[in-house]
């Protein structure tokens, strides 16, 4: 039995790191384009999110700047996301409706005012 648990791990190993390869990462790009990079991601599974502040003086949304990693999704996993002041409203319904957190991040600006961005996938 040991003799076959070995190479099984290492099969998993493998599989695991290729699965990795795969992802993609957009470059940084502000709140305004957030609806082109959902175009980009159709028929993607999106895995993580970052967000920072790009210290653009105001509060709005699309001068914040985030950047996602995303992969293949042969499966069509659903999966939601939010950025900023959405943060509250998609977690209620991701919670809602069976949605696990798989990435979360985020940022404080000047003013002390937190905000998240967010990616959950359906259980």
Known sequence: MRNFVVPVLAVLLIASIATSAKAERTE?????????ITKRLKGKLLLEIECR???TPGLHLARDEFRVTYTDNPTSKKFTWAIGNHYGRYKHWADKNGYKLV????????????I??????KK
């Open 103 to 114: 990435s979360i991040n985020q940022y404080t600006r000047a003013s002390g005012l937190k």
């Open 28 to 36: 940084w790009f502000e709140g305004k384009d957030r609806y082109e």
């Open 53 to 55: 502040d790009s210290k």
């Open 116 to 121: 998240r961005c967010a990616v959950w996938h």
